[in-house]
Nanobody, 123 residues
Framework: VQLVESGGGSVHAGDTLRLSCTVS????????QGWFRQALGKEREAVAD???????KYADSVKGRSTISRDNAKNTLYLQMNNLKPEDTGMYYC???????????????????WGQGTQVTVS
């Protein structure tokens, strides 16, 4: 299983970014995925997750400003973030699980596969 993130960059507060995570060796439509982030000097934290049904959950810090989605035909996961804030700065990682649906989908310990990350900087 390989996950490759893209779409990060340096933006201004209030801007919008859409991150992508292309998955190979794994059928994203049949399983659970998540987005996580890690700011410099801080622990990695959950952003959002999506199960095989397309049911989503969000961390309180991004709820209402972010949308996790998946294009099953492209085997690609997305995270759109609107109204970005400086505190959204960090390395963003996508993660994949062989579970179809997780009760604790925002718990990073549930995921066995991770991408290398894409940096988001908001000033």
């Amino acid at each position: 299983v390989q996950l490759v993130e893209s779409g990060g960059g340096s933006v201004h507060a209030g801007d919008t970014l859409r991150l992508s995570c292309t998955v190979s060796g794994y059928s994203a439509s049949s399983h659970q995925q998540g987005w996580f982030r890690q700011a410099l000097g801080k622990e990695r934290e959950a952003v959002a997750d999506i199960d095989y049904h397309g049911v989503t959950k969000y961390a309180d810090s991004v709820k209402g400003r972010s949308t996790i989605s998946r294009d099953n035909a492209k085997n690609t996961l997305y995270l759109q973030m609107n109204n970005l804030k400086p505190e959204d700065t960090g390395m963003y990682y996508c993660a994949a699980s062989y579970a179809a649906s997780l009760d604790n989908g925002l718990d990073q310990r549930e995921y066995g596969f991770w991408g290398q990350g894409t940096q988001v900087t908001v000033s």
